[in-house]
């Protein structure tokens, strides 16, 4: 009786005899009643003001073509500049150094395929793990397709990946071993520098590729500390726009370009560039950098507030180790469907999500190769922080969750 009321209450106000769906009475009364609580940074940010703004002066001052030699044109070529500068300065290379793309999908799939196309048939052999990206491991299931000898290190026993198990991989036949930082549905922290580096002092010719989509502006690397020959990292991660990325590649590296046509980003990636994109990620950039260890710290009481508060709830299990990056924490709470708690809390206005944004509603591999039970991974959701998340917002989560066992509980026994 009181859906139905509101349901005409709600159509009284619009004006209308029906509203045009009922997921769009449940938007406003989602609207009406709940205040917006986001926890899934790990898929997206929110672009932060600075981010906002530049991406509008692109659009509207600066519109120019970066390549036009007239004034509006050179505008927008000056803060094409100014964005690769912070780039550059935030992974501590070369301005020369980096590459913008469409993302951090495009970076990848350059990293991996350019890199491997003109050294595969002479060294066959590429390493990656078994817990990356779908967009890095799309790549090692091409190039196994057309002939590559793939080696992929998977979790021991423990769910952990050594140094060790990656360095023991590689051999002098291999061209390219590619690792991610942080796992995006864990917040695993591979151990991606130390294998890097044990790597390029015993293969030097050996090109490595990191995806550090997870851990950029979140965790204090360079391009240097990390010992990696290409870097891919994305701006939506880090509150700036959606459709821009960067891959980071070392001077002497030699990959084939990957894009072609009017020469853009030194011939490598052509087509016109997205400036107001890549006037964003600059800015999201020069606003994130300064406070890396202050947010790692900030973000870091949280997860232990967030783990503390779960601990009161019957049931509920922390998937990810308490080494793991604290932005990304994977709860399980068994004998309820992922599906079933995302619906629920999203319906209270708390956003989370079932793991990767990218498997869209598939089940994951990854949790399973983290040694995570089947079980738990049906009833798996992620918590994703950025700075901006309160305490107070934990409190809503968890006592939410409270409410969804009881409630969920209930509907079963009927």
């Known amino acids: 009786m009181a ?6 209450f709600l159509t009284a106000k619009s004006g209308k005899g029906t509203l045009d769906t009922p997921s769009l009475a449940l938007n406003i009364i989602r609207k009406k009643f709940y205040s917006l609580i986001y926890f899934d940074n790990a898929a ?36 094409l500049r100014q964005a690769r500068d912070r780039l550059a300065m935030s992974l501590g290379c070369a301005e020369d150094e980096i590459f913008f793309t469409s993302g951090a999908t495009e970076s990848n799939n350059t990293a991996i395929l350019s890199a491997c196309e003109n050294k595969i048939k002479r060294l066959p052999r590429v390493v990656t793990t078994t817990v990356e990206h779908p967009s890095v491991k799309a790549c090692f299931d091409k190039l196994e397709k057309l002939g590559a000898e793939v080696v992929r290190v998977a979790p021991d026993e423990n769910g952990d990946i050594t140094d060790k198990m990656i360095f023991d991989a590689v051999n002098d036949r291999t061209c390219l071993v590619s690792c991610m930082l942080v796992n995006n549905e864990t917040g695993y922290v591979l151990p991606t520098a130390k294998a890097f580096a044990m790597i390029k002092r015993k293969y030097p010719d050996c090109i490595t590729h990191c995806d550090a989509v997870q851990g950029f502006m ?21 509150h700036g726009a959606k459709g821009v990325g960067v891959l980071f590649i070392k001077k002497g590296t030699k990959i084939a370009p990957f894009m072609l046509g009017g020469g853009q980003e030194k011939g490598f990636r052509s087509g016109t560039e997205n400036l107001p994109a890549i006037a964003a990620m600059g800015e999201a950039v020069k606003l994130l950098t300064p406070t890396i260890d202050s947010r790692l710290q900030y973000v870091t009481e949280l997860r232990e507030y967030l783990v503390e508060k779960l601990s009161e ?28 708690l995302l619906n629920y809390l999203s319906d209270r206005g708390i956003c989370v999500s079932s793991g990767s944004a990218c498997s869209k509603g598939k089940k994951s591999t990854v949790l ?37 066992s009881g409630e969920l509980c209930t509907i079963k026994r009927k």
Do not use: W
């Not at 979140?218 to 880090?238: E, N, Q, R």
């Open 3 to 8: 859906g139905a009321y509101v349901y005409k």
């Open 218 to 238: 979140k965790l204090p690397f360079k391009a240097k500390t990390l010992f990696a020959d290409l870097i891919s990292v994305s701006g939506h991660k880090i």
């Open 313 to 340: 709830i019957d049931g509920i299990e922390i998937n990810s180790k308490p080494s793991a990056l604290p932005y990304v924490t994977s709860i399980a709470m068994p004998n309820f469907k992922s599906e079933t």
């Open 44 to 79: 997206t940010t929110k672009p932060c003001d600075e981010a906002v703004k530049a991406a509008a002066n692109a659009l509207t001052a600066a519109f120019g073509n970066p390549s036009s030699r007239h004034r509006v044109g050179m505008d927008a070529e000056i803060l």
């Open 368 to 404: 399973q190769e983290f040694r995570i039970s089947a079980e738990k991974t049906d009833s798996t959701l992620r918590v994703s922080f950025c700075a901006e998340n309160t305490k107070a917002e934990i409190d809503e989560l968890c006592k939410t969750l409270k409410r969804a």
